[in-house]
């Protein structure tokens, strides 16, 4: 999903925040990121499964340390010059929501991101009381 995107109304709060911009990845518990000597790959080891990685996939994963959000994962991915020009907000939350899915990462809204992304809503929830209100 795009950054220039509107969320639907029934996301959870899970998926609002692989969609954000603002959200921030990290490996999961009993989750490894390491490099396999005997295949010469890195490896993404979770509960009950072993991923080999590309190149693009490695780089994202590397970066989901709990600390960037994917905005700024992205702006690393394209100083990398895998692709230059590339959407790679794109990419990063493909490749994020695909390892969410699979219970290698978890994302969680930056401090102060769902306060923000709330407050429209809720001015809009009070103009519709209030327009409702004052047609009775």
């Known amino acids: ?17 692989v969609s954000s911009p603002r959200s921030v ?59 230059p020009g590339r959407a790679w907000l794109d990419v990063v939350q493909d490749i994020v929501r695909h390892f969410e899915a699979r219970g290698v990462l978890r994302c969680r809204l930056e401090d102060g991101a769902l306060a923000q992304a709330q407050r429209p809503l809720q001015s809009l929830a009070e103009r519709m009381l209030e327009r409702r209100s004052s047609t009775k």
């Open 1 to 17: 999903m795009s950054a220039n995107r509107i969320a639907p109304d029934n996301m959870t709060p899970a998926q609002a925040a």
């Open 25 to 83: 990845p990290s490996l999961t518990a009993g989750t490894q990121l390491y490099f396999d000597n005997q295949h010469q790959r890195w490896v993404i080891k979770a509960p009950h499964q072993v991923v080999f990685l590309d190149p693009v996939s490695l780089d994202v994963l590397r970066a989901c340390d709990g600390e960037r959000n994917l905005a700024r994962i992205a702006l690393c991915m394209d100083a990398l010059n895998h692709r």
